[in-house]
């Protein structure tokens, strides 16, 4: 098809050729509402009296809104508090002026830094087996069923973001790591919440005498089921468990779709579960 489309649109720019004068803008139009898309769907031949005057060009972009006046942020009400969450009223302006309210949830734990806690995404690498992702299992009461998750926690007073990931990864998991890289601040849910993050990469020796045994040690309120997975399975993996009925974090689902597509060795599909009645 979509060879048909390329030979289809040189017979069209050789008949202009010949016309000395077309567009062939509406003819590409066409094959579009077809459902054919390609690159071609916006290409344009604008003709001129000499051939040399022919050009074929892709068709400018439609503008956008573009923020000349910042919002700006006016007060804040808290509406309701519990011991983790509390509930606030925002009150900002637009950027035509105009005074709005927003709803938001965020955490009463957070110091006086700007993060609240860190997700570690987390490789163990060992000689002659396949590097794997590091996750978690657990059992969210918010969505009322288990997720995958990479390692996370919140930041205690006095500590920094790799302190954390070290201390989490550590109980969570029950393995040492060494930091390679901490990210600014981050934001989840930022239509809903003001929760950020710090992602933090982290790379575990798995030959190491201190890994090859390891025994986490979460909260007493905790039941963390500890998963590796090879990352060049990571993708499918994740799919049977959402499949089994389990929430994918979207960090980690994110993660496995990069590791896809910079591997080049996965075809992306929709996942199956789309299909179901």
């Known amino acids: 098809m979509r060879k048909q489309v390329i030979r289809k649109c040189y017979e069209l720019v050789n008949g202009i050729l010949e016309s000395k004068k077309c567009n062939i803008r509406g003819h590409i139009r066409q094959y579009s509402k077809r459902g054919i898309r390609d690159k071609v769907e ?10 040399k005057d022919f050009e074929i060009c892709s068709s400018p972009p439609r ?5 000349t006046t910042p ?8 509406v309701a508090s519990g011991n983790w969450l509390s509930l606030q009223k925002l009150t900002y302006k637009d950027p035509t002026g ?12 957070r110091g006086s830094g700007a993060l609240d806690a860190v997700v570690v995404m987390a490789t163990l690498k060992r000689t002659l087996k396949y590097d794997c992702i590091v996750l978690v299992k657990q059992y969210r009461p918010p969505m009322k069923t288990y997720t995958i998750e990479f390692p996370a926690g919140l930041i205690d007073s006095g500590e920094d973001p790799k302190e954390t990931a070290v201390r989490e990864l550590k109980e969570e998991t029950g393995y040492h790591a060494d930091i390679k890289h901490i990210s600014p601040a981050v934001c989840l849910d930022p239509g809903l919440s003001s929760c950020t993050v710090a992602l933090v990469s982290a790379e575990i020796d798995g030959d190491s005498h201190v890994n090859l045994h390891p025994q986490s040690n979460p909260d007493s309120t905790e ?14 993996t994740l799919n049977v468990h959402a499949n089994q009925g389990s929430v994918i974090d979207a960090r980690v689902y994110t993660y496995a ?11 992306l599909e929709p996942w199956v579960g789309l299909n179901k009645s």
């Open 71 to 78: 919002s700006e942020f006016v007060k804040e009400e808290t």
């Open 223 to 236: 039941f963390i089921e500890v998963l590796t997975v090879p990352l060049n399975e990571l993708l499918d």
């Open 63 to 67: 503008p956008s809104f573009k923020i």
């Open 98 to 109: 105009k005074a709005r309210e927003w709803e938001a949830v965020s955490r009463t734990t």
């Open 42 to 51: 916006n290409i344009e031949v604008m003709a001129g009296e000499n051939e």
């Open 257 to 267: 779709v990069a590791q896809a597509q910079a591997l080049k060795e996965h075809k």
